[in-house]
């Protein structure tokens, strides 16, 4: 294989070439970001993820407002949907809930 093979080889994995997906870690990674980038919050977690017909869908938990003691801290859920390469396509808040309060919603909204 000469350099410019491998050059178009390794700029495809890079970039997600049209003849490779995106693995799932790759759509997580790309989730958490994107989401973080547009409300301006970090995701914790993410407790559902699930690929669908038209991409993926996630739900991911950030800290919306730290306090002291830390169960007392303001969470919250976010829906976000992806295409199957990964772009964000949408994203809406589902929950806000006190970090140490318990109830019996399911992830993903399901």
Do not use: C
Request: negative net charge; aromatic residues 6%.
């Amino acid at each position: 294989m000469n350099d410019s093979q491998n050059t178009r080889k390794s700029s495809r994995r890079q970039t997600g070439g049209a003849d490779e997906q995106p693995t799932p870690l790759e759509i997580l990674r790309q989730a958490r970001a994107q989401l973080a980038e547009l409300i301006g919050m970090d995701a914790e977690t993410v407790p559902f993820f699930e690929q669908t017909e038209d991409g993926w869908t996630l739900e991911i938990e950030v800290l919306e407002l730290a306090r002291i003691p830390d169960t007392m801290s303001l969470m919250a859920s976010y829906q976000v949907d992806l295409d199957p390469q990964g772009q964000l396509t949408g994203y809406r808040r589902v929950r806000r809930y006190e970090r140490g309060r318990s109830d019996a919603h399911r992830p993903g909204g399901r």
